[in-house]
Structures are given as C-alpha cells and as structure tokens.
Nanobody, 118 residues
C-alpha cells in the first residue's frame, strides 16, 4: 500500500493541526493504521493508532487527551487531529500501515513536518 501524508505546517503553541494520510494500492480496510513521529537524533516514536474498523484507538501518553485519530475507509484516509500543540510536538510525522493479524508496520508514508513555535 502506498501512503501519502499531508497537513503539516507551522503553528503556534496551543494551536491545532489535522494531518491526513491517503492510502492507495491495496484494500485499506485490511490495515490497522498508525502515526509516528521523529525528531533529529532521536528514534521514531509511536503517536497513535487505529484498528481497521476504527473501533479501537491507542495513544502515546504524551499526546493522550490532546490528539485524536480517525479513519474513513470509504476515502482510504486516516487522520490525526492535534489540539493543544506544544513545542515538544515538533517533529516529522509519519503514517504507517499494519496488515491485520501482523505485528510490524510494513508500509510507511514520506512524512510531513509539524513545527510548533513557542
């Protein structure tokens, strides 16, 4: 599956952004979807995930209560809505796809930069 992330940008602390990730190439609803982020010199970290039905969501402690994740299987798109952004949320955000029943995220988008100014 091919993934295309978009929606990043520059925002002031306390602001909001919505990231989108459009999928193509395979049956989107066969995949759980995740968002990860990475800053220079650090390992990529998990942000949020959503099951293939959209019925289960998981969040990193650092974003719990501020971020939400959703998906529209008819549009082959997953979203990450971010509220109350903090400078420490600054990172490149990646969407990823995990085949249902498998452990690894095997497909990754190209990343979209989110910069939060203080």
């Amino acid at each position: 599956v091919q993934l295309q992330a978009s929606g990043g940008g520059l925002v002031q602390a306390g602001g909001s952004l919505r990231l989108s990730c459009a999928a193509s190439g395979r049956t989107f609803s066969n995949y759980n979807m995740g968002w990860f982020r990475q800053t220079p010199g650090k390992e990529r970290e998990f942000v949020a995930s959503i099951s293939w039905t959209g019925g289960r969501t998981y969040f990193a402690d650092s974003v719990e209560g501020r971020f939400s994740i959703s998906r529209d299987n008819a549009k082959n798109t997953v979203y990450l809505q971010m509220y109350g952004l903090k400078p420490e949320d600054t990172a490149v955000y990646y969407c990823a796809a995990q085949r249902v029943g498998f452990h690894e995220y095997n497909f990754w988008g190209q990343g979209t930069q989110v910069t939060v100014s203080s």
